[in-house]
Antibody
Framework: EVQLVESGGGLVQPGGSLRLSCAAS????????MKWVRQAPGKGLEWVSY????????YYADSVKGRFTISRDNAKNSLYLQMNSLRVEDTAIYYC??????????????????WGQGTLVTVSS | QSALTQPASVSGSPGQSITISCTGT?????????VSWYQQHPGKAPKLMIY???NRPSGVSNRFSGSKSGNTASLTISGLQAEDEADYYC????????????FGGGTKLTVL
């Protein structure tokens, strides 16, 4: 059974840092691209960051570029999101998700077949 | 403002069918057969219901179906059940920019 379990969320002051983790099991983690997706309270879904299966290709949403760093440790079946210089508007539930599909032309994945339960990040003074 | 447009809410009675629309542009929904749909119950993670416009993952009820016409994709739920009450999000590949995925704003389905 595929499982993704996030951890590391919590309450942090503006300007602070947090490191989220996502533990994967039930599949060959090193073979899959992964993404972080967030959902602000009462709002829709927003893509945050992407990492290729080997970790060599990384992308960020403009809203987090320069502040967040995605990484993975395939030996530990784990995905991470280091969040620095946090802002009030970063308050959200953060989900890790397994990315699937390979769009013609870019070969980029475009849907998510498994999601974790999410971890809540609250940025407030 | 979300890249894809969905109605804020739809409703239906048990046993009825409902359709949720998802409107984009020729750079996303209209240009590719890469539309997916997610179901999210309160306090739960999203669940993939449809991918590639009309494909259902294993385990998803055949009461859920997807289609597309032009720049608008649709999710149809037939034989509505109380457990179908949830938020539904559409998503599409986009050629416009990184990350090549855009979401709709979500639709709240109420089963009367």
């Amino acid at each position: 059974e595929v499982q993704l379990v996030e951890s590391g969320g919590g309450l942090v002051q503006p300007g602070g840092s947090l490191r989220l983790s996502c533990a994967a099991s039930g599949f060959t983690f090193s073979s899959y691209e992964m993404k972080w997706v967030r959902q602000a309270p009462g709002k829709g879904l927003e893509w945050v960051s992407y990492i290729s299966s080997g970790g060599s290709t990384i992308y960020y949403a403009d809203s987090v570029k320069g502040r967040f760093t995605i990484s993975r440790d395939n030996a530990k079946n784990s995905l991470y999101l280091q969040m620095n210089s946090l802002r009030v508007e970063d308050t959200a539930i953060y989900y890790c998700a397994r990315a699937r599909g390979a769009a013609a032309g870019t070969s980029m994945p475009y849907y998510f077949d498994y999601w974790g339960q999410g971890t809540l990040v609250t940025v407030s003074s | 403002q979300s890249a894809l447009t969905q109605p804020a809410s739809v409703s239906g009675s048990p046993g009825q069918s409902i359709t949720i629309s998802c409107t984009g542009t020729s750079s996303d929904v209209g240009g590719y057969n890469y539309v997916s749909w997610y179901q999210q119950h309160p306090g739960k993670a999203p669940k993939l219901m449809i991918y590639d416009v009309s494909n259902r993952p294993s385990g998803v009820s055949n009461r859920f179906s997807g289609s597309k016409s032009g720049n608008t994709a649709s999710l149809t739920i037939s034989g509505l059940q109380a457990e179908d009450e949830a938020d539904y999000y559409c998503s599409s590949y986009t050629s416009s920019s990184t990350p090549w995925v855009v979401f709709g704003g979500g639709t709240k389905l109420t089963v009367l």
